[in-house]
C-alpha cells in the first residue's frame, strides 16, 4: 500500500518521498491508520521494519502547534535509539516546524533542561533521564495526549519496568498509549493490561520473527577456535558491512583489537565507552569507514544501520530473544543478509531453543578449510582487478613498462604475481590470543527448556545437587541491569554537577 493511501496530509507525504520511500511496511500499513483513529496499539515489530515511522507519522499529523506543551512521549531504551529516534521525527516533521527533544543519561542535563524549556511538542528519552526531569518539573505531561513504548521487551530485559510505570502514572488517564516490542513476554503483557485502553494488537508472526530474507548458519567449534574460524569465514563470504557480537565487554575489545591486528577495518562498542567515543564509532561505521563493528548486546540494542549484509555471534546469546534483535540488523528492506552463529559443544541446547522460538532451524556449515579460504582471497583479488581494467583508461602510457617485464618474465608469471599482491593476505598468519569466556549455565532439562512467553524463564543453570536454579541468568541479568541503571543516573548526576 502506498503512504498517499493512509490518510496522511501533504507535509508529511513530502516528508516521505524526499525520504525516497513509496510503499508502507506491513507495520506502517497496519498502525497509522489505528493511531489515526486514536487507538491504542500494540505492535509486534522488531527493529527495522520501520516502526518508528508507524507511529510518528499519526503523531506528527495530530500535533496542534498553538500547544505550547509536550504532547507525544516516546521511551526508548537506550540513548542511541533516542537520538535516532529523536532525528527521523524531526526530519518528518520538518515541513510541519514540529520541535522534537531527545534526553538521556550521559549528557548535560542543563543543555537538555533549556531544551524543554523552548516547549517542544514532542520528546524523546531513556526511561531514567525521563524520570529525572519529571521531578525536577523540567518536564510535565498534563497536556499528554499520546505515549509510545518503543522496544518493550528490551526495557524490560534492562531493568526500567518500575521507571516505565512511574512515568506513566504521570500522564492523563485519557492519552493514547502504543507499545511496540519484538517479543511478548509475559510481563509486557501486564503492562499492557495495566496501561491501556483496549488495546488493538498488529502482530507478526513468530514464523517472520527472524526474515526470510536472512540465511542463519551455525558453525560448531571449540571457544579456542573460533577467532581463526572466524576469520576464514570472512575469507569464504566476502562481507561487506558487518556486526560481531561478544557476550562480555572484555571480550568485545579482544575481538577488536585481534581484528585490527590482522588488517581489519573494526571497531568495538560496548557499555564502559563515552556516549561521545559511542556515537563517533557509529558515525564511522555508518559512513562505510569502518567494515566491521564488534557490540555487545546491551550497546547494540536498538541500533538502526542499514546495509548490514553480514551478523556473526561470536558469542551464542544467553537469551533467545536477544538472537532476534542481533539477527534483525540484517536481511532489510528486501535484502538478503547472512547470520552465522559459532557454537561451542557445551551450548547446543541453547542452539536449540533459539530454533524453537524463531520457528527455523539454523543449517550447519563447516569451518572453512585453509585451501577454501585461500580460494575465497584470491577471489577477492580477481574483483579488484577486474574493476581495475574496467576504470582503466589510461593504460598506453604504461604499455612501454610492460613490455620490458614481458621479455623479463612469462605473461603467466606476471598476472599471478599482481593477482598475489592485491589479494588479502592469510589473516590467521598473524597470531591472536582470545580469552576463554566462562561457559554459559547448562539446562539440564534438553531441548525445549526455554519458556517462549517470558523472557526470564528461559535458561536455567543446575546447582549441585541437579535442580535446575536459573542462578546465571538472573545473576547475569541482575547485574546488567543495575549496570546500566546506574550508568544513567550518573551520567546525569555528573552533567548536573558541571
Request: aromatic share 6%; hydrophobic share 35%; charged share 30%.
Amino acid at each position: 500500500m502506498k503512504f498517499k493511501e493512509l490518510g496522511l496530509d501533504h507535509d508529511l507525504l513530502k516528508a516521505i518521498s524526499r525520504s525516497g520511500f513509496e510503499e508502507a511496511t506491513p507495520i506502517q500499513e497496519q498502525t497509522i491508520p489505528l493511531v489515526l483513529q486514536g487507538k491504542d496499539v500494540i505492535g509486534q515489530a522488531q527493529t527495522g521494519t520501520g516502526k518508528t515511522a508507524a507511529f510518528g507519522l499519526p503523531i506528527l499529523q495530530a500535533m496542534d502547534l498553538s500547544d505550547r506543551f509536550v504532547q507525544a512521549l516516546v521511551i526508548s531504551p537506550t540513548r542511541e535509539l533516542a537520538v535516532q529516534t529523536q532525528e527521523e521525527l524531526y526530519r518528518l516533521g520538518s515541513d510541519k516546524h514540529i520541535k522534537v527533544q531527545a534526553v538521556y543519561g550521559g549528557a548535560d542535563i542543563r543543555r537538555q533542561i533549556r531544551g524543554l524549556a523552548d516547549h517542544p511538542q514532542i520528546v524523546v528519552g531513556t526511561p531514567g533521564r525521563l524520570l529525572d526531569h519529571i521531578n525536577r518539573h523540567t518536564l510535565k505531561l498534563a497536556n499528554l495526549k499520546t505515549l509510545v513504548l518503543d522496544e518493550a521487551d528490551e526495557m524490560l530485559d534492562m531493568g526500567f519496568i518500575e521507571d516505565i510505570e512511574k512515568i506513566v502514572e504521570q500522564a492523563p488517564e485519557g492519552r493514547q498509549t502504543l507499545l511496540f516490542s519484538a517479543t511478548m513476554p509475559q510481563q509486557i503483557m501486564k503492562l499492557a493490561n495495566k496501561f491501556m485502553h483496549e488495546p488493538v494488537t498488529v502482530k507478526i508472526k513468530s514464523k517472520e520473527l527472524t526474515a526470510d530474507t536472512v540465511e542463519q548458519y551455525y558453525v560448531r567449534a571449540k571457544d579456542y577456535e573460533k577467532f581463526d574460524i572466524m576469520t576464514r569465514l570472512f575469507d569464504v563470504q566476502s562481507p561487506e558491512l558487518t556486526l560481531i557480537f561478544g557476550r562480555t565487554k572484555r571480550r568485545v575489545d579482544e575481538l577488536t583489537r585481534g581484528l585490527k591486528a590482522r588488517g581489519y577495518r573494526a571497531e568495538g562498542i560496548h557499555g564502559d565507552l563515552t556516549q561521545q567515543k559511542r556515537m563517533s564509532v557509529l558515525r564511522q561505521f555508518k559512513a562505510g569507514e569502518l567494515d566491521f563493528l564488534v557490540a555487545t548486546d546491551v550497546a547494540a540494542r536498538g541500533l538502526d544501520i542499514s546495509g548490514v549484509t553480514h551478523v556473526y555471534n561470536y558469542d551464542i546469546p544467553q537469551d533467545p530473544d536477544s538472537y532476534v534483535h542481533r539477527i534483525g540488523r540484517t536481511g532489510r528492506a528486501g535484502k538478503k543478509g547472512v547470520s552465522v552463529t559459532l557454537v561451542t559443544p557445551n551450548e547446543v541446547e541453547y542452539l536449540h531453543s533459539i530454533e524453537d522460538l524463531t520457528k527455523k532451524r539454523m543449517l550447519p556449515l563447516k569451518p572453512p578449510t585453509e585451501k577454501e579460504a585461500f580460494i575465497g582471497q584470491v577471489s577477492t583479488g580477481l574483483e579488484t582487478i577486474k574493476g581495475q581494467m574496467t576504470d582503466a583508461d589510461d593504460l598506453e602510457k604504461y604499455q612501454p613498462m610492460a613490455e620490458g617485464l614481458l621479455e623479463q618474465y612469462s605473461a603467466l608469471d606476471l598476472v599471478s604475481a599482481y593477482l598475489k599482491a592485491v589479494s588479502p593476505e592469510d589473516a590467521s598468519a598473524v597470531p591472536v590470543k582470545i580469552t576463554p569466556e566462562r561457559p554459559l549455565p547448562h539446562h539440564g532439562h534438553g531441548r525445549g527448556n526455554y519458556r517462549g512467553n517470558n523472557s526470564h524463564g528461559g535458561y536455567r543453570g543446575n546447582n549441585r545437587n541437579g535442580h535446575s536454579s536459573g542462578r546465571g541468568k538472573r545473576d547475569f541479568d541482575k547485574s546488567r541491569r543495575f549496570s546500566e541503571k546506574r550508568s544513567e543516573r550518573q551520567g546525569a548526576k555528573r552533567s548536573f554537577k558541571k
